[in-house]
């Protein structure tokens, strides 16, 4: 029972730190300029969206976890009976 509520989480912040470590990536490749990253850097802005991304990711990875947790709840009460 246990189980796949571990895994469902693991998962979740498996996907959450892989998305972070592709962001950084991103934000870090020398290869291409982008003029509105620089600017937005310079005026300190970045900080405002990486701030709106991560604050998105956390509403999502929490309305996930509770859709989770009430659909567990859902499927325990309306189990077929044998």
Do not use: C, H
């Not at 600017?39 to 309305?63: D, E, P, W």
């Amino acid at each position: 029972m246990f189980m796949p509520r571990y895994l469902t989480l693991f998962r979740a912040l498996l996907l959450l730190f892989l998305s972070l470590v592709v962001q950084t990536a991103v934000a870090e490749a020398p290869s291409s300029s982008i003029e509105m990253a620089d600017v937005m850097r310079s005026n300190g802005k970045i900080y405002v969206v990486l701030a709106v991304v991560l604050i998105l990711q956390t509403g999502l990875f929490a309305f996930l976890w509770t859709l989770d947790r009430r659909l567990s709840r859902w499927e325990a009460t309306n189990a077929p009976k044998n």
